[in-house]
């Protein structure tokens, strides 16, 4: 099954400063890559996703970029401000009409970002 | 869009006795995710309905959990005979039918055994 790593574990940055979250994945047959921001005793929200025919998207302060051939992905978060700190999963989805549509999770990022 | 609604939101229970969690998706999605997520870790698959049926369940879904979707509207995750490994965040998630879709969560039922 697919496999997800996701670095680092915990990120503590200044306000104003970028952040950068890495995840790799294991399976070539995922094609669909979101992530999503958590806050305390809620359910992951959606923030950006990502399709395996694009190899980048932005939206506002965030981006995400997609290597297919390394199999790995990336957000980036700029400006960053107190409001950003949660924790962040990034997630490789298989496609939906042969294996669910179903989402591995990696294990999360603690974001910080100190006023 | 009211969003995925889930309840209750905290469930407190003993050892072995049974629990239910219910899940309301977003209206006019047909699929429905469940997952469990325990502290410090990312939420993991259970199963996923399309409409009433479920298509497929984890190896995590031991035989003491069932879940139902009759009617392809709200759907039941039951927990027979709990033990103290099933303490965790169970989260329902709903999308579209159509080709990588987001799934959309609710903000999930705390289960703690006692």
């Known amino acids: 099954g697919e496999n997800v790593e996701q670095h680092p574990s915990t990120l503590s940055v200044q306000e104003g400063d970028s952040a950068v979250i890495k995840c790799t994945y294991s399976?070539?047959?995922?094609?669909?890559f979101p992530w999503y921001k958590q806050e305390l005793g809620k359910g992951p929200q959606l923030i950006i996703d990502?399709?395996?025919?694009?190899g980048e998207k932005k939206d506002q302060r965030i981006a995400v970029t997609l290597n297919k051939t390394a199999k790995h992905f990336s957000l980036h978060i700029t400006e960053t401000q107190p409001e950003d700190s949660a924790v962040y999963f990034c997630a490789a989805s298989t496609p939906i009409y042969t294996n669910a549509g179903k989402s591995t999770f990696g294990d999360g990022t603690t974001l910080t970002v100190k006023p | 869009d009211t969003g995925v609604s889930q309840d209750p939101r905290h469930k407190i229970t003993k050892r072995g006795q049974n629990v239910t969690f219910r899940c309301d998706p977003i209206?006019?999605?047909?699929?429905l995710y469940w997952y469990r997520q325990t502290l410090g870790q990312g939420p993991e698959f259970l199963t996923y309905?399309?409409?009433?049926?479920?298509?497929?369940k984890s190896r995590l879904l031991s035989d003491r959990f069932s879940a139902e979707r009759p009617k392809g509207s709200f759907s039941t995750l039951e927990i027979q005979r709990t033990e103290q490994g099933d303490s965790a965040m169970y989260l329902c998630?709903?999308?579209?039918?159509?080709?990588?879709?987001?799934?959309?969560f609710g903000d999930g039922t705390r289960l703690s055994i006692l």
């Open positions: 209206s006019e999605h047909n699929r």
């Open positions: 990502i399709r395996s025919n694009v």
């Open positions: 309905f399309q409409n009433e049926a479920q298509l497929e």
């Open positions: 399976d070539s047959a995922s094609n669909y």
């Open positions: 998630a709903s999308s579209t039918g159509t080709v990588n879709q987001p799934q959309h």
